[in-house]
């Protein structure tokens, strides 16, 4: 199951996590956030205890929305120690979103592996 996050517990809840988030934000009004969320649902249950799944209603958090200049909706951003290391504005259905949702973890595996041994890693937001 997702959290619900407001302005008032993002910087807690997102940032402040001790594993990756993933943040979908969307609206009420947006028939493909509704459609994605099953999937979202399951990906979470897939991966329970690595990634962290929030709910961030755009239309009422107004300025979560500026900040991380949301165009359209859903949006999809990845955190990771209070950074962005992915987001994913736009995808053409359930199949890109799942192969899209699948990267992200397996660059997350890496990425944890690489700092077990010592290596260093960087990092580009999309």
Same mark, same amino acid.
């Given at each position: 199951? &997702?959290?619900?996050? $407001?302005?008032?517990?993002? !910087?807690?809840?997102?940032?402040? &996590?001790? =594993?990756?988030?993933?943040?979908?934000?969307?609206?009420?009004?947006?028939?493909?956030?509704?459609?994605?969320?099953?999937?979202?649902?399951?990906?979470?249950? #897939?991966? #329970?205890?690595?990634?962290?799944?929030? !709910? =961030?209603?755009?239309?009422?958090? *107004?300025?979560?929305?500026?900040?991380?200049?949301?165009?359209?909706?859903?949006?999809?951003?990845?955190? #990771?120690?209070?950074?962005?290391?992915?987001?994913?504005? $736009?995808?053409?259905?359930? #199949?890109? *979103? @799942?192969?899209?949702?699948?990267?992200?973890? +397996?660059?997350?595996? *890496? &990425? &944890?592996?690489?700092?077990?041994?010592? +290596? $260093?890693?960087?990092? @580009?937001?999309?």
């Amino acid at each position: 199951m &997702s959290l619900t996050v $407001s302005d008032a517990t993002f !910087d807690t809840e997102v940032l402040g &996590s001790q =594993i990756p988030v993933l943040v979908h934000f969307w609206a009420p009004w947006c028939g493909l956030c509704r459609m994605i969320e099953p999937l979202l649902q399951t990906f979470q249950g #897939e991966w #329970e205890g690595q990634v962290r799944l929030i !709910d =961030i209603n755009a239309d009422e958090n *107004l300025k979560l929305a500026n900040q991380y200049r949301l165009t359209t909706l859903p949006t999809l951003m990845l955190f #990771e120690d209070g950074v962005i290391h992915h987001r994913l504005d $736009s995808f053409r259905g359930k #199949e890109e *979103l @799942r192969a899209a949702l699948d990267g992200f973890m +397996q660059t997350q595996q *890496l &990425s &944890s592996h690489r700092c077990r041994q010592g +290596q $260093s890693i960087t990092y @580009r937001n999309r």
